[in-house]
């Protein structure tokens, strides 16, 4: 699991103290991370049964 991804989906200016923004945080890092380790993948049907989700595209499976 990777967490903090749902910080790519927030306003920049939401968090003053962190330079965590668009471009420059965890979600970003997932998918060229995948590309690289196809053994593993997003795991969708995880967030689509939860209703409140802190780590959207952030739920991986090992495929392998």
């Known amino acids: ?5 749902l910080i790519e ?3 920049d200016d939401i968090f ?5 923004s668009d471009g420059n945080n ?3 890092a997932v998918h060229p991370y995948l590309k690289t380790h196809s053994e593993f ?6 967030q689509h049964k939860l209703s409140i989700i802190f ?3 952030g739920y991986l499976k090992r495929t392998v």
């Open 16 to 20: 003053t103290d962190r330079p965590r």
């Open 41 to 46: 993948e997003i795991d969708k049907s995880i």
């Open 26 to 28: 965890p979600k970003i």
């Open 55 to 57: 780590a959207p595209d």
């Open 1 to 5: 699991m990777v967490f903090e991804t």
């Open 9 to 11: 989906n927030m306003p």
